[in-house]
Each structure stands twice: as C-alpha cells, then as structure tokens.
T-cell receptor
Framework: DAGVIQSPRHEVTEMGQEVTLRCKPISGHNSLFWYRQTMMRGLELLIY????????DSGMPEDRFSAKMPNASFSTLKIQPSEPRDSAVYFC??????????????FGQGTRLTVV | DAKTTQPTSMDCAEGRAANLPCNHS???????VYWYRQIHSQGPQYIIHGLKNNETNEMASLIITEDRKSSTLILPHATLRDTAVYYC??????????FGQGTTLQVKP
C-alpha cells in the first residue's frame, strides 16, 4: 500500500481564494483525521470521520472551513475564502480504529499551504 | 480522553538509551497509551502502543507502570536520526487522536 496520499504537497494562493486539500486514506481504514500544524499552535485536530461520517468537528476553526468524505477512499478539506492566518501544514491520517483504541494511525506527508 | 504530561525537551548521547517519560494520571481502564514521533517537516509516525503490559517492537520498548498512571518510551540505542518530537497520547475507544506539545529529543554525537 502506498500509504496515506495527500495532494497537493504545496499550495500557494491569494487571500480570498478557495483552497481544496485532498486525501486518499489507506484502503480498508475506516477512520480519517484532518490536522493543522503551525509553530504557535502545534498539531490541532480539525475533524475526524468514522465510516465516512463526521464524528467530531469541534476543531474546525470557523465556517470558512469544511470537510467532506463522499466515500471510503477520498476526503477533502476546503477553505473558502482563505486568509493569511490559514497558512500552515495540513495533515491527513487514517486508521482502522472502527471504534476501538487499539489501532495506530498513519499520516500523509502533508500539504503546506501559504496564503498571501 | 486523559491528558498527558511530558518534559518539553531532553538530550541523549548517540548510542545510549533514550528514556522518555510520560504522566497520564487520569487514564481510565479502557484507554491505550500511544507514542508517535515527528521528524522535522514530516507527518507523525507511529512508534508503539500498549494497554497494561509492557510492549516491545523493532523501534522501541514501552514500559507502563502497574497503576498505569505513567509510562516510559525507551529507544535502546539512540541514533542521530532519532532526533524528533515524541508525543505520548492516551486514546479511548473513540479513537480520537489528540496531540499535546510532546518532548523534543535531541540526540547528540
């Protein structure tokens, strides 16, 4: 398996533009997580899905952020409109948790977003 | 999910064992202790996890105290490539993975 695949690896956009980050989890995994990492705030959990259903989105900073998981093999994180303070590295992770705490999560390489 | 407390930073000499402590005094019976590490600019990497018993794999050993209120991650022969931020996380059956600030381990030649 190729692991968790994120695209793009780097994104530079202008303030006000829409940004869509993509994630392909590991096949067979049923939990998917989106994180944001900055120097100031560290690794923050934004949202996580179980069996394609959003379970906890309390970490989503505001309405400009939205995440979807239309099927078990694809998820998107959208920011509209983007702002300079959204600049960060965004990580996607998946696990075969399925309601158990006994399965490790695997992370993608991240998308480095810069909003100018 | 229980909160964890780790030292902010530690140093270790190359070739020596690195012992990274973690306190999780509010852990409950069905919560697991996980360790991840993040090498600069990469995604976090799973290292090891356990519930009650000590665990060992090809990367590290995990020692959990009998009362489960603390644990220690042991890298038996640290190398320069083990320089990273190490996160201790307690996870319930929700599977929700929350990262704290972690311990920055610097392995020195």
């Amino acid at each position: 398996d190729a692991g968790v695949i994120q695209s793009p690896r780097h994104e530079v956009t202008e303030m006000g533009q829409e940004v869509t980050l993509r994630c392909k989890p590991i096949s067979g995994h049923n939990s998917l997580f989106w994180y944001r990492q900055t120097m100031m705030r560290g690794l923050e959990l934004l949202i996580y899905f179980n069996n394609n259903v959003p379970i906890d989105d309390s970490g989503m900073p505001e309405d400009r952020f939205s995440a979807k998981m239309p099927n078990a093999s694809f998820s998107t994180l959208k920011i509209q409109p983007s702002e300079p303070r959204d600049s960060a590295v965004y990580f996607c992770a998946s696990s075969g948790t399925g309601g158990s705490g006994n399965t490790e999560a695997f992370f993608g390489q991240g998308t480095r977003l810069t909003v100018v | 999910d229980a909160k964890t407390t780790q030292p902010t930073s530690m140093d270790c000499a190359e070739g020596r064992a690195a012992n990274l402590p973690c306190n999780h005094s509010t852990i409950s019976g069905n919560e697991y202790v996980y360790w991840y590490r993040q090498i600069h600019s990469q995604g976090p990497q799973y290292i090891i996890h356990g519930l009650k018993n000590n665990e060992t794999n090809e990367m590290a050993s995990l020692i959990i105290t009998e009362d489960r209120k603390s644990s220690t991650l042991i890298l038996p022969h640290a190398t320069l490539r083990d320089t990273a931020v190490y996160y201790c996380i307690v996870i319930s059956n929700t599977g929700k993975l929350i990262f704290g600030q972690g311990t920055t381990l610097q392995v020195k030649p």
